[in-house]
């Protein structure tokens, strides 16, 4: 029986549930809701850009939500409030399908924003971080690599089903398919702690690091447990949201404009070859972006990525050859998962777990505040200049403006906090 547990940790089955949460919820969420851009619009004689402020109004109540949303969900009663957001945002994701006026679909998504603040990437998140101490960065990357390859399998069957049913069935159905599928994987299958089924963290009981003495001894950075309300008489958490927030803009303002800025320097049938192959390896790039948090730490990790973000912008605004775009593209795939990783990671690396729930529903606030201005700011660069060239720019600037804060924070909490970090 004890060997089967050391091959075997239930840590691994939280991360397929998380994973399945993701393909799902967060893709109808974000990848997928733009299908239905078309067809709603032309059904309800609405301009684009009023269809468009549903994605605003979600990421308005989830910034506002998430602090409080996020202690709660790490104070208690977790699994209860995850399944019940996840069946909420269900419901909420179905009634789109009932409304007749824009207006009723902004009503829809203040509810899915709501609901979604407690269901998708923030609660997955602290209960992965509650099951892994070893490998969180990994783990935590191929739970959130879900949304790339569910948004791959389900935009065929979204384009199926309203050619043949509509869009408002067609919100309908993945509605009640959010609440058929996922709100058992909730309640049944994502245990917020390994204490709940009397088990420790994985890597907690580390055979290697209990022969090594060295090892045993050593306290990594990640062990380091502070609480939200210690940080925020800190000036460096401050610089840390600040670093946060650069990153999100790259990557949630970047990621709506990118076919439009390849369309008008390529033309549209390349554009759209290129779109593709960023989301063929967007999935492996999430999964080795937590891969190389765990092996060079958050510090590294962040370097990496957003220097990798910084080359693809500069790409973007200098560079004229297809070919190099399919370099490019990967440059971006591994960069553009920053937003939906690092934030995750890195804040359980910084700052541990203990108050993790609080702590990153602070943060998490901040990124859906990247979320809502992003995009809007990237397109305003475009009409002032009456090119993307000077928004990349910008991007790339942010990507190291995002390494700086980070590091920065990164270094100052352990100086801080070292009499805390020598008592562990």
């Given at each position: 029986?004890?060997?089967?547990q050391k091959?075997?940790?239930y840590?691994?089955v939280i991360?397929?549930?998380?994973?399945?949460?993701m393909?799902l919820?967060?893709?109808m969420?974000?990848?997928?809701?733009?299908?239905?851009?078309?067809p709603?619009t032309e059904?309800?004689?609405?301009?684009?850009?009023?269809?468009s402020?549903?994605t605003?109004?979600?990421?308005?109540?989830?910034?506002i939500l998430s602090?409080?949303l996020?202690?709660v969900?790490?104070?208690g009663n977790?699994?209860?409030?995850f399944?019940i957001?996840?069946a909420?945002?269900?419901l909420a994701?179905?009634?789109?399908s009932?409304?007749?006026?824009i207006?009723?679909?902004?009503?829809?998504a203040?509810?899915?924003?709501a609901?979604?603040?407690?269901?998708?990437a923030?609660?997955?998140?602290?209960?992965?971080?509650?099951?892994?101490?070893?490998?969180r960065?990994?783990?935590?990357?191929?739970?959130?690599?879900?949304?790339?390859?569910?948004?791959?399998?389900?935009?065929p069957?979204?384009?199926?089903l309203?050619q043949?049913?509509?869009?408002?069935r067609?919100f309908?159905?993945?509605?009640?398919?959010?609440?058929i599928?996922?709100?058992?994987?909730?309640?049944?299958?994502m245990r917020?702690?390994?204490?709940?089924?009397g088990?420790r963290p994985?890597?907690?009981?580390?055979p290697?690091?209990?022969?090594?003495?060295?090892?045993?001894?050593?306290?990594?950075?990640?062990?380091?447990n502070?609480?939200?309300?210690?940080?925020?008489?800190q000036?460096f958490?401050?610089?840390y949201?600040?670093?946060?927030?650069?990153?999100?803009?790259?990557?949630y303002?970047s990621l709506?404009?990118?076919?439009a800025s390849?369309?008008?320097?390529?033309?549209?049938?390349?554009?759209?070859?290129?779109v593709a192959?960023?989301l063929l390896v967007?999935?492996?790039a999430?999964?080795s972006?937590g891969?190389?948090?765990?092996?060079?730490?958050?510090?590294?990790?962040?370097?990496?990525v957003?220097?990798?973000?910084?080359?693809?912008?500069?790409?973007l605004?200098f560079?004229?050859?297809?070919p190099?775009?399919y370099?490019?593209?990967i440059?971006?795939?591994?960069?553009?998962?920053?937003?939906?990783v690092s934030p995750?990671?890195?804040?359980?690396?910084?700052?541990?777990s203990?108050?993790?729930g609080a702590i990153?529903?602070?943060?998490?606030?901040?990124?859906?505040?990247?979320?809502?201005?992003?995009s809007?700011?990237?397109?305003?660069?475009?009409?002032a200049?009456?090119s993307?060239?000077?928004?990349?720019i910008?991007?790339?600037?942010?990507?190291?403006i995002?390494?700086?804060?980070?590091?920065?924070?990164?270094?100052?909490c352990?100086?801080?906090?070292?009499?805390?970090?020598a008592?562990?």
């Amino acid at each position: 029986m004890e060997t089967k547990q050391k091959k075997f940790h239930y840590g691994f089955v939280i991360v397929f549930g998380g994973f399945m949460i993701m393909a799902l919820l967060h893709s109808m969420l974000q990848t997928c809701f733009s299908l239905f851009l078309v067809p709603v619009t032309e059904g309800m004689g609405v301009l684009r850009t009023q269809f468009s402020l549903c994605t605003s109004v979600v990421a308005i109540v989830t910034m506002i939500l998430s602090p409080k949303l996020g202690k709660v969900l790490g104070k208690g009663n977790t699994r209860m409030i995850f399944t019940i957001c996840v069946a909420g945002m269900g419901l909420a994701y179905a009634s789109y399908s009932l409304a007749t006026q824009i207006w009723h679909m902004y009503i829809s998504a203040a509810f899915v924003g709501a609901f979604s603040c407690g269901a998708v990437a923030m609660p997955v998140s602290i209960i992965i971080a509650n099951w892994f101490e070893k490998g969180r960065g990994t783990a935590m990357s191929i739970a959130l690599a879900g949304s790339g390859l569910g948004g791959t399998v389900i935009t065929p069957i979204i384009n199926k089903l309203i050619q043949n049913q509509g869009y408002s069935r067609t919100f309908l159905i993945f509605g009640l398919a959010m609440i058929i599928i996922e709100v058992p994987i909730a309640f049944f299958v994502m245990r917020p702690k390994p204490e709940d089924m009397g088990l420790r963290p994985f890597g907690a009981d580390d055979p290697k690091k209990a022969a090594d003495p060295k090892k045993a001894a050593k306290k990594p950075a990640a062990q380091l447990n502070v609480t939200l309300a210690e940080l925020k008489k800190q000036p460096f958490f401050y610089v840390y949201m600040l670093g946060i927030f650069a990153m999100c803009i790259c990557g949630y303002g970047s990621l709506a404009q990118l076919s439009a800025s390849l369309t008008d320097s390529f033309g549209a049938d390349f554009s759209a070859t290129i779109v593709a192959f960023f989301l063929l390896v967007l999935t492996p790039a999430k999964i080795s972006l937590g891969w190389m948090y765990d092996k060079l730490g958050s510090k590294f990790g962040t370097v990496y990525v957003m220097g990798v973000y910084a080359i693809a912008f500069l790409m973007l605004a200098f560079v004229d050859s297809r070919p190099l775009m399919y370099v490019m593209a990967i440059c971006f795939s591994i960069g553009i998962s920053s937003g939906t990783v690092s934030p995750s990671v890195v804040t359980a690396a910084t700052f541990g777990s203990k108050d993790y729930g609080a702590i990153f529903g602070f943060v998490n606030a901040g990124a859906m505040l990247a979320m809502v201005v992003g995009s809007p700011a990237i397109a305003a660069v475009y009409d002032a200049f009456g090119s993307y060239q000077m928004a990349w720019i910008a991007c790339a600037i942010l990507s190291v403006i995002s390494i700086v804060c980070i590091c920065y924070a990164d270094t100052r909490c352990k100086k801080v906090f070292a009499d805390k970090i020598a008592a562990q």
